[in-house]
Antibody, heavy 117, light 108 residues
Framework: EVLLVESGGGLVKPGGSLTLSCAAS????????MNWVRQAPGKGLEWVSS????????YYADSVKGRFTISRDNAKNSLFLQMNSLSAEDTGVYYC??????????WGQGTLVTVSS | EIVLTQSPATLSLSPGERATLSCGAS???????LAWYQQKPGLAPRLLIY???SRATGIPDRFSGSGSGTDFTLTISRLEPEDFAVYYC?????????FGQGTKVEIK
């Protein structure tokens, strides 16, 4: 069974930093591009970042470029999102998702990030 | 950036009716890179359609996708009670990958 479990969310002050993790199991993690997608409260989905299977390619939404860093550890079946200079606009549920073809076919349950003083 | 515009924002229909959801792109999107998702409150999105017209594993055949270039459509042939939800299209052919703003299918 494919499982993606996010962790690391919480309350952080504006300007602060947070690192999210996503533990993957049930599939060959090193073979898949992985994504982070977020959703602000009551809003739609926003793609945040993607990383290719061997970390050669990394892509970011303009809204996070220069502040967020995506990485992965294929030996530990883990995906990460380092988030710096956080603002209230970064508040939301962060999902990790596996890309298969042109669709994200498996998603985690999400982890909530709240940026507030 | 490719902007995806979904219409209508809200669709009010009864169970058993046909739902037609549109996703328009500001630039041409390869059909290979267009997907549709369903999301219910408090849950993660679920992949319905990938490559514009291929149903994901376990998705009922009442869901179908079509389109090419800048115009894509998700059709639900006969709405079941569990289909009332928010639906999103997404393109992953050109970075930044983008989602549409969503269409809410609600019970009339």
């Amino acid at each position: 069974e494919v499982l993606l479990v996010e962790s690391g969310g919480g309350l952080v002050k504006p300007g602060g930093s947070l690192t999210l993790s996503c533990a993957a199991s049930g599939f060959t993690f090193r073979s898949y591009t992985m994504n982070w997608v977020r959703q602000a409260p009551g809003k739609g989905l926003e793609w945040v970042s993607s990383i290719s299977s061997s970390s050669i390619y990394m892509y970011y939404a303009d809204s996070v470029k220069g502040r967020f860093t995506i990485s992965r550890d294929n030996a530990k079946n883990s995906l990460f999102l380092q988030m710096n200079s956080l603002s209230a606009e970064d508040t939301g549920v962060y999902y990790c998702a596996r890309l298969s073809g042109s669709g994200n076919d498996f998603w985690g349950q999400g982890t909530l990030v709240t940026v507030s003083s | 950036e490719i902007v995806l515009t979904q219409s209508p924002a809200t669709l009010s229909l009864s169970p058993g009716e046909r739902a037609t959801l549109s996703c328009g792109a500001s630039q041409s999107v390869s059909s290979s890179h267009l997907a549709w998702y369903q999301q219910k409150p408090g849950l993660a999105p679920r992949l319905l359609i990938y490559e514009a017209s291929s149903r994901a594993t376990g998705i009922p055949d009442r869901f179908s996708g079509s389109g090419s270039g800048t115009d894509f459509t998700l059709t639900i042939s006969r709405l079941e009670p569990e289909d009332f939800a928010v639906y999103y299209c997404q393109q992953c052919g050109s970075s930044p990958w983008t989602f549409g703003q969503g269409t809410k299918v609600e019970i009339k």
